[in-house]
């Protein structure tokens, strides 16, 4: 049963999706998918987060100022999906759950990477890291992951979601330099930013964070009143009413300041960052992050470095 929805959900996503991107996309795919390379292209000022072992060390030294080599990229490419399966990712408001969403993206753009010949991998986690699939092209290796997505899972042991293991794990298991992408809602104990981070120092990491209209604000609908509410993985239950106005405005208040903190660490962490919503169109999705990749192309530098976060070169780095 798994596996023919896993099969339904790809062959839905090449009619609709997948046919609409190629044409899109065609004459983009060096600018979208950046893998590694040995072949010197440029030099340009050293950014918060550039990889140490890249600095030129002579150019530093003659023009006094930090700057790093960049390189033609090669055309074959390695990508890994580190995926949080965590019960908060099985919520919704309306026709699709985060996990929907996450599914029909790895598929997608697993899709489009493998179509060009390159591999995908993948880290799933729940409450603790569950399997590693080990990069591959074919089509069976994206339907087993798919159905791995999918497949029932024991009951949470309310210790919540610790995401650092997730991206630790990954910096194990991930030695070649990769496209990684990171699909969660980011609802975890702290300790995940600076495992980001330190991810991003190596690899070309995209964070893409799941959310749900309803996490940011409750409807004024005037038909509800008191609620039970539960959460998915610690199973604590609260009761609140969702009919006063009062209560509505906190709601968002708060769930704009938790927001704002998970932006800023994502910001400061050096990765690429996509917001996926569950009532989002796919397609649309897809074509941000393409514009995105394209943008950082042409600029030739991360667009997720603002001028104010740039710094010196850490003593510890000079050889």
Known sequence: MIEANAERLLQRLEWTVLRRLDGLLQGDYRSLLRGAGVDLADLREYQLHDDVRHIDWNVTARLQQPHVRLYLEDRELSAWFLLDLSASIDFGSGARTKLDTSAAFVAALARVITRHGNRVGALLYGEQVEAVLA???????LLTLLQRMRAPRAPTRGTGTALADLLQAA???????SLVFVVSDFISAPGWADALARLALRHDVVAVRLV?????????????GLLTVQDAETGEQLLIDAGDAGFRERYARIAAEQEAAIFDALSQSGADTLELATDDDLLD???RFADLRRQRARLKSPLRFPAHLRRAVPAAAAP
């Open 135 to 141: 990069p591959a092209a074919s089509r069976r290796h």
């Open 171 to 177: 910096a194990g298991v991930i030695k070649r330099r």
């Open 212 to 224: 749900d209209p309803l996490e940011r604000e409750l409807p004024a609908d005037a038909g509800l």
């Open 285 to 287: 999705a897809l074509l």
